[in-house]
């Protein structure tokens, strides 16, 4: 099965799923003694997206039924925050809590952008204009939140202004990305807000776009290597992605690619790449606490997997 088919069966897979079936002080030195979270001990969870917050607070969603679980760096074991299926919210993909304290849920299949408040309120619901969608991850700028749709190969933007929450509206549509994306995924922006950088992982490119232009083009990795990814994470201008490729004897394995990009972000180099993990691990996004990287092990290769549903640390690479 070529990596277009998988893809393309994970996103009818994860619809078909969805809807079927967290607080304190910053991190200490005894972060390092908890190697692994328990997400979930439901069976079919399938956690997919997560977020590790400034203050140790750790949100992480579940694709296959919409919940959101909550717990800290220092505490071994997450616990339910939002319920599944509340809110119509019956997948949940990319997650990320803004500088006002509110909490941003891709809602996958859903079509929907999920916002609440710190106590679980919903603060607003906005749904794309589309027959069909996957919305599937986040990333903000200071006047908008941007989100991958891996059905429409769109980007859709929210405008923020102070506590209003603008409409879900295309912003880079289809057309205008070359190579044709086929699964676009992870996003952030660059620290100075004038670009966003996408990651497409059926023809295996990172796109940049020009927020003021909104023209993308392909992010030139040197020496014939690749990169795209799943989960991103932007620190300055290295770039970690999540990322799945098959090994000599075939086998699909998953990492995090580090890359090292260029000051207009047109380019980059490959720095380091993770101890590799198997495909029933299935990590899928990232995040930073501290002197470590998190990533979730969804288990999707291997749906619905088997409990208990982890967030462990990158083996191999900081």
């Known amino acids: 099965m070529d990596r277009r088919t998988i893809l393309k069966t994970g996103v009818a897979a994860l619809a078909a799923t969805a809807g079927a079936v967290a607080l304190g002080a910053p991190a200490s030195a005894n972060t390092a003694l908890i190697k692994e979270y328990v997400v979930s001990r439901e069976p079919g969870a399938n956690p997919e997206g997560i977020e590790v917050t400034s203050d140790g607070t750790i949100y992480v969603t579940s694709v296959a039924t919409g919940a959101v679980l909550r717990g800290h760096v220092r505490e071994p074991e997450l616990r339910p925050f939002l319920a599944p299926g509340v809110d119509g919210r019956t997948s949940a993909t990319g997650v990320h809590r803004d500088r006002r304290g509110r909490l941003f849920v891709a809602g996958a299949a859903t079509g929907s952008l999920f916002v609440y408040d710190r106590s679980g309120r919903l603060l607003a619901r906005r749904t794309v204009d589309a ?7 986040l990333a903000f700028t200071a006047d908008a939140v941007y989100v991958t749709d891996s059905v429409n190969q769109t980007v859709w933007r929210v405008a923020l202004a102070g506590d209003r929450i603008g409409q879900l509206t295309p912003w880079v549509t289809v057309g205008a990305f070359d190579p ?9 922006a660059s620290p100075d807000g004038r670009y966003l950088l996408v990651g497409e992982q059926a023809v295996d490119v990172t796109y940049r776009i020009e927020i003021a232009t909104r023209r993308a083009s392909q992010v030139r990795i040197a020496d014939g290597q690749v990169f795209s990814g799943d989960g991103f994470l932007l620190e300055g201008r290295r770039l970690y992605g999540v990322w799945n490729r098959q090994n000599a004897a075939g086998e699909w394995e998953f990492l995090t690619r580090l890359v090292e990009l260029n000051r207009d972000f047109t380019a980059a180099r490959v720095v380091a790449d993770s101890t590799p993990v198997g495909g029933a691990v299935g990590p899928t996004t990232i995040a930073r606490d501290r002197g470590r990287l998190l990533w979730v092990n969804s288990q999707l290769p291997a749906a619905p997997g088997t409990p208990p549903y982890l967030v462990t640390e990158v083996p191999g690479l900081r």
Do not use: T
Request: glycine share 6%.
């Open 180 to 188: 044709v994306p086929q699964f676009v995924n992870g996003i952030v």
């Open 131 to 137: 027959a069909a969608s996957f919305l599937n991850d």
